[in-house]
């Protein structure tokens, strides 16, 4: 018996391990002409396993501070060996990983793999999309430089903006009145304390869910499957579906090491409050659709502030994607069309927006 | 007899009806279990707010000195906190107001070809005054009283008439 197997043998008879294995042996993927798009949050799980490791080692270097932040990520990038590729692979890891999250919502309301009983690992999902940019937003602070600290200047007044607890709101986020050093500090501790633990909990509520209530099939394929039970094709999760899963990271992994070698994240001019925002000025390009509507809806609207009704009008959209799969049909041949139509047009806006506030001046 | 007593219940029906002892346990139990709750927020959500910090800058400042600044320019000077901009008209006058813009607090600049303060993050404008004169800024910026004194000049926030 090799040392693999009495290991395992040992194993199980105190932890009964293969009882654990089991649920993941039966586990089925189905398979049908879209089965491509499940990769899609296992690829994103991932990229964030990836954004700990990197996280961790950037840790190692880096010293959150006015004075001392940009200094410290200048040294990772110039005096660390490898310094500039874990910082760029941290850095293209997260742009990756917001990409892959937006793909899979999409995935998710297109295939309608929100629907009952699905709703709650929806609702996880959604809540996990909002931590990822959580995520990219304190993130984009840590370095102190001058675009990251307008972009911090604008955010945290968009939350300003939201009625009544705006202004606290915008206080407790900025560590005072004006973005300093001690926004930085807050941020610093969002990013790598508050954020790493909810969205821990989370994934693992949201995997749990997926494990739990198995793989959903579209439902035009649901109601031909459930009509014609022969017609209905599957794989095993584990080990078949697993290894094509490996296969994907795999190639996630290339495209990252690729990307982040041949095009090195770059750090930018230090922060400093007493200067101008400077010509051109833009956010992350995850944020570039509500960054371009913001500079398009005029001063006034009737009576209310335009950045008031921009943020509200955001707030009230999130609200309703959180809620959307409680809208939807529980009957797979009678699925509600608007809810299709929504998506379309969300992802039309968002890309058509985010394209515009790109080429824009 | 004792069942009378409201005190305590009759041995027959002493599980049907209600015990007021127990209710003062469990209103004790809960009492004091809100007040450690309270106990144990209520510092933490005081920590999370930021202490008030003085503005250190005081009613007035030295923005920039004579001769600094060339007709048709503008500086950021510190208030306090905050940026304020000191721009020097192209007829040689001083102006000087919030550098914060009304829209998203982005810190706004002096366009010397527009002969008007721009702000680089939305697309906001301002005249030489600190109206809002296009974009989506909502209010015009603070304006700020300017001295020359000596060397120096001088701006102060304008004492409400």
Redesign the interface.
Known sequence: MSAWHSLRDWLNDRLEWDDLIEPLRKKAVPLHGLSYWYFLGGITLFLFVIQVLTGILLLLYYRPGANEAFESVQYIMTQVQFGWLIRSVHAWSANLMVFTAFAHMFSVLFLKAYRKPRELTCVSGVILLFLVMGFGFSGYLLPWNTLAF?AT??GT??AGQVPVIGK?LM??L?????V?G?TLTRFFGFHVAVLPGLATLLILLHVLLVQRLGISVPPKLEVEWNANPAMKREMKFFPNFMLRELMAWYVALGVLGALAAIFPWNLGVKAD?????????KPEWYFLFM?QT??M????VWFI???VLGVLTFGVIGLVWLLLPFFESEDPSRTKRWITGLAIFALAYVAGMSVYGHLAK | MAGKDPGTAGAGNQFSTPVPRRRVVEALLGSGFLATAVAFFYPVLRY???PQ?SDLGGDSVVAGRVGELKPNSGK???FG???GLLIRTASGEYRAMS?TCT???????YRDDLHEVW?????GMYDLNGR?VS????RPLESFEVQVRGEEIYVRRRREA
């Open positions: 307008f200047k604008v007044d968009i606290p206080i407790f900025r560590g005072g009145e004006e300093t001690a409050p007493f200067v101008p925002a400077p010509a051109g000025i960054f913001l500079k809806i005029p001063s006034k502030d335009g950045e | 999370l707010v930021p910090e950021i000077f510190r906190q905050h940026p550098a829209h998203l607090s982005c810190t706004v600049q702000c680089a993050c939305h697309n809002n974009g989506p800024p909502p």
